[in-house]
Nanobody, 127 residues
Framework: QVQLAESGGGLVQAGGSLRLSCTGSGRTFTSGTMGWFRRAPGSGIEFVACLTGRPSVTDYADSVKGRFTISGDNAKSTVYLQLNSLKPDDSATYYC????????????????????WGQGTQVTVSS
């Protein structure tokens, strides 16, 4: 059984930083895709960032580019998300995701492309 476990969420003031971690068990995702999505209250699921392929290619949503950094090793089923210069609009539940396939630009930004999801970790940014 594949499981993804996130950690590192919390409450932070605007301008602060957090580091989210995700560790998978049950399989590895060599040449696959691991990433992060988020859902704010009252909003739909939103792509944040991902690592795909081998060697990995990184991709970011425009809303976080330059502020967030994704890193990790899909072959070890681990992925991290460094969140810097946080804004209140970044407040959301952040989900770790994984899929066994290397994804194209459009596919890796679609929630339906991912077979595996974590339970989520809450990030709250106060103004």
């Amino acid at each position: 059984q594949v499981q993804l476990a996130e950690s590192g969420g919390g409450l932070v003031q605007a301008g602060g930083s957090l580091r989210l971690s995700c560790t998978g068990s049950g399989r590895t995702f060599t040449s696959g895709t691991m990433g992060w999505f988020r859902r704010a209250p009252g909003s739909g699921i939103e792509f944040v960032a991902c690592l795909t392929g081998r060697p990995s290619v990184t991709d970011y949503a425009d809303s976080v580019k330059g502020r967030f950094t994704i890193s990790g090793d899909n072959a070890k089923s681990t992925v991290y998300l460094q969140l810097n210069s946080l804004k209140p609009d970044d407040s959301a539940t952040y989900y770790c995701t994984a899929d066994s396939r290397t994804r194209t630009w459009a596919a890796r930004r679609s929630a339906s492309s991912y077979d595996y999801w974590g339970q989520g970790t809450q990030v709250t940014v106060s103004s």
